[in-house]
C-alpha cells in the first residue's frame, strides 16, 4: 500500500489550497483517514482525522481548535482518496503536510497504518 499526497505549494495568506492523498495497492478498505502537519521546528501534530463511515464507522470528522472553520477534511471512499481544502490560509498553517490512514488489505484485517511522504504548504505574509 502506498500513499500519495498532492496539492502542497506556496500561497499568500487569506489564500485556498487542497491537498489531495489517494491510497494505491492492496487496499481492500479505508477504516481511518487523516492529515497530519509539522511546522518548522515543531512536533508533528493531527490536523484532522475522518473516517469511511462504512462497518462500524460512523463518517464522523474533527478538527484542531486551530484550523476549525477554515479547514475542511473529506473523502472518496470509491476513489481512495480524501481531501484536506484549507480555506483563509495564515502563515501559522506553513508546515509539511503528511496523509495518514489506517488501512485494510483484507476482509479479516483490522487494519495497519500507513503515512504518505509528505507535502509542503507554505503560507507567505
Known amino acids: 500500500v502506498q500513499l500519495q499526497a498532492s496539492g502542497g505549494g506556496l500561497v499568500q495568506a487569506g489564500g485556498s489550497l487542497r491537498l489531495s492523498c489517494a491510497a494505491s495497492?492492496?487496499?481492500?478498505?479505508?477504516?481511518?483517514m487523516g492529515w497530519y502537519r509539522q511546522p518548522p521546528g515543531k512536533q508533528r501534530e493531527l490536523v484532522a482525522p475522518?473516517?469511511?463511515?462504512?462497518?462500524?464507522?460512523?463518517?464522523?470528522?474533527n478538527y484542531a481548535d486551530s484550523v476549525k472553520g477554515r479547514f475542511t477534511i473529506s473523502r472518496d471512499n470509491a476513489k481512495a482518496t480524501w481531501y484536506l481544502q484549507m480555506n483563509s490560509l495564515k502563515p501559522e498553517d506553513t508546515a509539511v503536510y503528511y496523509c495518514?490512514?489506517?488501512?485494510?488489505?483484507?476482509?479479516?484485517?483490522?487494519?495497519?497504518?500507513?503515512w504518505g511522504k509528505g507535502t509542503q504548504v507554505t503560507v507567505s505574509s
Open positions: 495518514n490512514a489506517d488501512i485494510s488489505t483484507g476482509p479479516d484485517d483490522y487494519g495497519v497504518d500507513y
Open positions: 495497492g492492496s487496499v481492500f478498505r479505508l477504516n481511518v
Open positions: 475522518i473516517d469511511s463511515g462504512t462497518m462500524l464507522y460512523s463518517g464522523s470528522t
